[in-house]
């Protein structure tokens, strides 16, 4: 197995859920050449793996070294500036998080992955409580996406800003759109927030069932074991 074919079968991994077995298989790796891209875009797919986990400071430090690599390459430059500004905004560093999505360059991005840096700019710019800049951008990213997992993404995204803007209404028919969208992988954390919403308007039987659709869904992630937690919080009353 090569580089590049390590980073699709880890990405594959990843957009399965299956973060576990993404870092298992690069730990057991062994190169036997050099593609110093591939390497850097592994190391970035791993960082995504690691906080889908909930092992944010990991996932921080796996990227911390890396700069001076990715200089020659505009992809990894701007991977690594869009996951520590994903990281930053979900560890209550909003300032930092805006910094490192500015700095990401939207043309150093495959296009299918445009939508992708709206959104992480829309996360970035509710920590900073610009929310009329973030909503732009969920709409911008929605408007780019391609693949269906940012078309789905793009409702959740747009319901993280309507719930920052106490929106409940409308951010739980945003969430229950994306829960019915056809693309079912991933997306623990915005069926957790769609549970919670639902716990704020009071309708607790529903909020069980989304949450128990991040378990179902996205099984190894953080926001399947929060949304257990949660679970029985409601369900005890």
């Known amino acids: 197995m090569t580089l590049a074919s390590l980073n699709r079968a880890v990405d594959g991994h990843i957009a399965a859920g299956r973060y576990l077995e993404a ?3 690069a730990e057991r790796f062994v190169s ?36 001076p690599l990715a200089a020659a390459f505009p ?3 701007a991977g690594l500036s869009q996951q520590r500004a994903w990281i930053a905004a979900h560890t209550g560093r909003g300032d930092d998080a805006v910094h ?3 700095r990401a360059e939207l043309r150093d991005l495959p296009l299918p992955y445009h939508a992708e840096h709206f959104f992480t700019g829309a996360v970035a710019l509710i920590g900073v409580g610009r929310l009329d800049a973030a909503r732009r951008c969920a709409l911008a990213g929605a408007d780019m996406a391609i693949r269906p997992s940012s ?8 319901a993280r800003v309507a719930a920052a803007a106490k ?21 623990g954390d915005g069926l957790l927030m769609w549970g919670d919403v639902l716990t704020r ?3 607790a039987d529903e909020a069980e069932q989304a949450y128990a659709l991040a378990i179902e869904r996205d099984g190894q992630s953080e926001s399947a074991r929060l949304a257990a937690g949660r679970a029985r919080v409601v369900a005890e009353g």
């Not at 929106?167 to 997306?187: I, V």
């Open 100 to 102: 490192h999505w500015q």
């Open 32 to 67: 036997r050449e050099r593609d110093t891209a591939s390497e850097l875009l592994v190391q970035i797919n791993l960082a995504e793996a690691e906080y889908n986990l909930g092992r944010w400071e990991m996932a921080w430090e796996r990227l911390r070294d890396l700069d």
């Open 201 to 203: 308007l009071g309708r």
């Open 167 to 187: 929106e409940w209404m409308r951010a739980e028919s945003l969430c229950r759109a994306a829960a019915a969208h056809p693309y079912r992988a991933q997306g």
């Open 151 to 158: 078309k789905r993404n793009a409702l959740f995204i747009r």
């Open 75 to 77: 992809i990894a430059r």
């Open 23 to 25: 870092l298992e298989m």
